[in-house]
């Protein structure tokens, strides 16, 4: 069974880059016809879809985000990467890595914290 | 403000049916047939429980079904048990390689 576990500080200043890694275990990135995707959720609100990396290293990323992401993978590691420049405190949220198809992710990550503060 | 429609609270009694609204524009939900549902626990990350408008995935149960009609879909619950307490957010392929979400409905079951 695939798991996916996010990892990165917790603690990013306004205007610096928030990155955070997602470790891949029972599967892996580089094959396979799947998508690996990062969405995430400001506290007490809903999810919001941030982007994916397909097994070929192809991306696709939310139009409203797009000019401040970058989703990469690492496939030595078993990993893929999120990072999102010019941070303020609306990038505040818990931030997921997930697996699926393009339209739909059926395993997650338990997500981490990632607070944007001075 | 999200991209999707949802009430943000929905209540039966055990063993009741709830069904609850995702409502879209002719832009996604109307027009592509890639509607999926999740269910978050407090403090956990979601599941997929639905996904192209009515495919349940293997594990969920079929108390769990989704439905879709015109710009709306719909995800219904029968048979409430307390274990469905939970949030549900509902999210649809918009075109142009977006994906959006609902805003989320939080279910009680009384």
């Known amino acids: 069974q695939v798991q996916l576990q996010e990892s990165g500080p917790g603690l990013v200043k306004p205007s610096e880059t928030l990155s955070l890694t997602c470790t891949v275990s029972g599967g892996s990135v580089s094959s396979g016809s799947y998508y690996w995707s990062w969405i995430r959720q400001p506290p007490g609100k809903g999810l919001e879809w941030i982007g994916y990396i397909y097994h070929t290293g192809s991306t696709n990323y939310n139009p409203s985000l797009k000019s401040r992401v970058t989703i990469s993978g690492d496939t030595s590691k078993n990993q893929f990467s999120l990072k999102l420049t010019s941070v303020t405190a609306a990038d505040t949220a818990v931030y997921y890595c997930a697996r699926g198809d393009w339209n739909h992710c059926d395993y997650w990550g338990q997500g981490t914290l990632v607070t944007v503060s001075s | 403000q999200s991209a999707l429609t949802q009430p943000p609270s929905a209540s039966g009694s055990p063993g009741q049916s709830v069904t609850i609204s995702c409502t879209g524009t002719?832009?996604?939900?109307?027009?592509?047939?890639?509607v999926s549902w999740y269910q978050q626990h407090p403090g956990k990350a979601p599941k997929l429980i639905i996904y192209?408008?009515?495919k349940r995935p293997s594990g969920v149960p079929d108390r769990f079904s989704g439905s879709k009609s015109g710009n709306a879909a719909s995800l219904t619950v029968s048979g409430l048990q307390a274990e469905d307490e939970a949030d549900y957010y509902c999210s649809s392929y918009a075109g142009s390689n977006n994906l959006v979400f609902g805003g989320g409905t939080k279910l009680t079951v009384l």
């Open positions: 002719s832009s996604d939900v109307g027009i592509y047939n890639f």
């Open positions: 192209e408008v009515s």
